[in-house]
């Protein structure tokens, strides 16, 4: 039944610490996830300096899905978007052939505020990779939720449990949010030949071992899979259809080394467009 189990290596980036997940050399993608990152918890005070936020920078090759638990940030971008991203929303971006954002923290400097999320990417399948770029949002109100025996659980993304989310996604895939009691159950889909269960918050139960939150449980194809709580637990359910192996350089994503080459070079060079309200200050190229 368990195949893997992935525990976070958390880093400061400068204001606030994120745990990344994936990939390891041992696992480079779970289906079409290719980067998954846990943000906080952290309490901002308010007046936090600029530098906490993350500046324009550049992707390709991928959609990201930035999934808060708590707190805000302000999404601007180069298709014109200008979005505060909310706990319990979807903010899913498609960069395709190529996009530029910045993510800024302005509601905890004016106010203070405590964040909480998962930022991941989704690899795009090869013949939709230069796909036009997109950002779409929905509110809370628009995801399929269920709840059973103490088993909360909202479908973020793709397809689960008889139910399917709005959000346009390229390959088959999973992505649920469950919130359980103690010994409230969350299965996994068992349609889907790549699964994951990250533990982000509590303890959970899993064929008779006990995990503590920080860690990804993959799983083997297959054999049914059933989370359960052991303490008030938030668990990200994941997975879908593997779309075959992926380069990953800094934030571009591809099938082809030479195209995330190009797309250096286009940053580098100034040509790839800043968001629309946001285009006074950029992340350089690393290196």
Not at 87 to 102: D, F, Q
Not at 194 to 201: D, G, L, Q, S
Not at 215 to 240: E, N, Q, S, W
């Amino acid at each position: 039944m368990l195949d893997l189990v992935i525990e976070q290596r958390r880093r400061d980036i400068g204001g606030f610490e994120v745990g990344r997940v994936l990939p390891i050399a041992q696992r480079r993608m779970v289906g079409p996830f290719v980067f998954f990152d846990h943000m906080g918890p952290v309490d901002f005070a308010r007046g936090i300096p600029r530098s906490v936020d993350v500046r324009p920078h550049p992707h390709i090759g991928l959609s990201t899905v930035t999934y808060l638990f708590s707190g805000e940030i302000m999404h601007r971008d180069s298709v014109g978007s200008e979005q505060a991203i909310r706990p319990g929303e979807v903010n899913w971006m498609t960069a395709g052939r190529g996009i530029t954002h910045s993510e800024r923290f302005e509601r905890a400097r004016a106010e203070g505020d405590s964040m909480h999320g998962i930022q991941a990417w989704v690899a795009l399948p090869q013949a939709e990779e230069e796909t036009d770029p997109a950002f779409i949002h929905h509110s809370a109100a628009d995801l399929p939720t269920l709840t059973e025996g103490g088993l909360w659980a909202r479908l973020v993304a793709g397809e689960a449990f008889g139910a399917k989310a709005k959000v346009k996604t390229h390959s088959p895939m999973f992505y649920v949010h469950c919130s359980l009691q103690p010994g409230a159950k969350a299965p996994l889909p068992a349609e889907y030949p790549e699964r994951a269960a990250y533990v982000a918050t509590g303890t959970v139960e899993v064929d008779g071992q006990t995990f503590e939150a920080g860690r990804m449980l993959v799983f083997k194809p297959g054999a049914p899979v059933v989370v359960t709580a052991v303490t008030p637990a938030t668990v990200m359910l994941l997975g879908g259809e593997p779309l075959g192996p992926r380069f990953i350089e800094w934030n571009f994503v591809s099938s082809s080394k030479e195209r995330i080459e190009q797309a250096k070079a286009d940053w580098r060079g100034g040509r790839m467009k800043l968001p629309d309200l946001d285009n006074q200050e950029f992340i350089p190229l690393p290196g």
